[in-house]
Nanobody, 123 residues
Framework: QVQLVESGGGLVQAGGSLRLSCAASGRTFAMDGMRWFRRAPGKDREFVAA????????YYEDSVKGRFTISRDIAKNSVDLQMNAHKPEDTAVYYCNGGGSTRITARKPSEYWGQGTQVTVSS
């Protein structure tokens, strides 16, 4: 059974930082891109960041560029999202996503999802 398990969410003040982690099991994602998406209250799910299978190329949604950094540890089968300079509009449930069914440049989800972790930014 493939599982993606996120951790690291919580309550943070505007301007603060959080680091999300996603641990994968049941399947290696060493040859697949990994992504983070989020869903804010009352809004559709949106792309946040992606990293290719080599961990070299990264992609970000415009509103998080320069504030968020995606990274991966291929040996640990994990992906992280370092989030700095939080804004209240970053409040959302953040989801880890991985797999090879979509091109990493498409900024669309692939087949495997985590359960999500809540990030709440207070102003």
């Amino acid at each position: 059974q493939v599982q993606l398990v996120e951790s690291g969410g919580g309550l943070v003040q505007a301007g603060g930082s959080l680091r999300l982690s996603c641990a994968a099991s049941g399947r290696t994602f060493a040859m697949d891109g990994m992504r983070w998406f989020r869903r804010a209250p009352g809004k559709d799910r949106e792309f946040v960041a992606a990293i290719d299978w080599r961990g070299i190329n990264t992609y970000y949604e415009d509103s998080v560029k320069g504030r968020f950094t995606i990274s991966r540890d291929i040996a640990k089968n994990s992906v992280d999202l370092q989030m700095n300079a939080h804004k209240p509009e970053d409040t959302a449930v953040y989801y880890c996503n991985g797999g090879g069914s979509t091109r990493i440049t498409a900024r669309k989800p692939s087949e495997y999802w985590g359960q999500g972790t809540q990030v709440t930014v207070s102003s």
